[in-house]
Structures are given as structure tokens and as C-alpha cells.
């Protein structure tokens, strides 16, 4: 299994703008297709976006705002995979988690390689 570090989260303004980063050791993440994931308290688990070994993206959030306000996308020589997500606003305050999975899915349980999760926390 691949180990994954995520890091970029923080405390930020309705508006504001982050990049999580996900970074991989232990094995190449070019072998392995990433996906993000949230989680509100109280609340399911969410893939919001994944990106295949070959750099073919995914949405897959319910949510119609974050599809044109987040982006994934990876540099395989750098062993990493960022979230840009832009002109945030409160509701997307969760934990987030970058996970690794053989193949392109949503399915948490089609992922067996998870970081520890980085806050985002978004005021009004």
C-alpha cells in the first residue's frame, strides 16, 4: 500500500481559496487512481472528485456549486494529488481525505490507502 499525507486545510473566509495536497511514500502514486473525500460531522463519507493513474478526472459530489469550484489534478514525478478548491463557502466546512484505489471509483470501500484528513473550516 501507498501512505498518504494530506496537508493545505485551515481556517478561511466565505470567498477564500485552498489547495489540499495529498502526498504519496512508501509505493509510486502514478500506479494508484486518487480521490478526495469529505466528511461533515454527524454526517456519510463523500467522494468528491478522483483522478485516474493517466490523469482522467471525475466528479462525483451531489453537490452542483463545488463542481465548478473544485478541481483535482496530479504531477506523478512530485508523487502528489492537490484539491484546488476556490471561492469557498461555509457548507463545504468537513474534514477532507485523499485515498488511493486500484481503479476510478466513488466507493470508499474500493479504496484502501487514506490519509489522516485535513480540516477546512470556512466562516461567513
Known amino acids: 500500500q501507498v501512505q498518504l499525507v494530506e496537508s493545505g486545510g485551515g481556517l478561511v473566509q466565505a470567498g477564500a481559496s485552498l489547495r489540499l495536497s495529498c502526498v504519496g511514500s512508501?509505493?509510486?502514486?502514478?500506479?494508484?487512481?486518487v480521490a478526495w473525500f469529505r466528511q461533515d460531522p454527524g454526517k456519510e463519507l463523500e467522494c468528491v472528485q478522483a483522478?485516474?493513474?493517466?490523469?482522467?478526472?471525475?466528479?462525483?459530489s451531489n453537490s452542483d456549486s463545488m463542481k465548478g469550484r473544485f478541481a483535482i489534478s496530479r504531477d506523478n514525478a512530485e508523487n502528489t494529488v492537490w484539491l484546488q478548491m476556490n471561492n469557498l463557502k461555509p457548507e463545504y466546512t468537513a474534514i477532507y481525505y485523499c485515498?488511493?484505489?486500484?481503479?476510478?471509483?466513488?466507493?470508499?470501500?474500493?479504496?484502501?490507502?487514506w490519509g489522516q484528513g485535513t480540516h477546512v473550516t470556512v466562516s461567513t
Open positions: 485515498a488511493a484505489a486500484r481503479f476510478l471509483d466513488s466507493a470508499k470501500d474500493s479504496y484502501d490507502s
Open positions: 512508501g509505493r509510486t502514486i502514478s500506479n494508484y487512481a
Open positions: 483522478i485516474s493513474w493517466s490523469g482522467v478526472t471525475t466528479f462525483y
